[in-house]
């Protein structure tokens, strides 16, 4: 029996070593600050920053990568995680969204905030201060309720904060 632990552990050591040989590509596309999604509604200071704790690392280009996106197997799952994220709403990318899409976006933020889908629950034992409160929910919320109606034809059309 301590044979076959002993190799069941050296095969494991093995695997999760050769593992970390597949690293994922963690970096950030650039941004143009005129398409992001500060420079194209009128966000208040509040709201920026309550986007910046909770949702930046997945839903921009700015993602911070936190120290354990350098260890297989979890790299792949966050690197995964972020280019889902982004490729359902991009904050960086606003401006190349069509006006409805924007609006829609912007309903589906206080949706998914208020529901407390987002942020994901798996992210938040390693990200306590990206929980929403109450008033966070009630701060989106407004915001996307306001923005709604401003979207124009054009993204940045209207522009500013």
Request: glycine residues 4%; positive net charge; hydrophobic residues 35%.
């Amino acid at each position: 029996m301590k044979k076959v632990l002993k190799w069941s552990a050296v095969a494991f050591a093995l695997v999760f070593l050769g593992a970390q040989a597949v690293r994922p590509d963690r970096t950030n596309p650039p941004v143009d600050a005129s398409k992001t999604l500060g420079a194209n509604t009128r966000m208040t200071p509040e709201v920026a920053a309550i986007l910046e704790r909770s949702c930046n690392d997945c839903h921009s280009s700015e993602t911070v990568w936190p120290w354990y996106s350098n260890v297989a197997p979890a790299s792949w799952f966050l690197k995964w995680h972020v280019d889902e994220g982004r490729r359902e709403l991009s904050f960086s990318e606003w401006a190349t969204y069509t006006k409805r899409k924007r609006e829609r976006k912007l309903h589906e933020i206080c949706q998914q905030v208020e529901s407390g889908a987002m942020p994901l629950k798996s992210y938040l034992p390693l990200h306590p201060e990206a929980r929403l409160s109450d008033e966070d929910r009630r701060v989106i919320c407004e915001w996307t309720r306001r923005e709604e109606g401003r979207q124009p034809d054009e993204a940045g059309a209207e522009g500013g904060r």
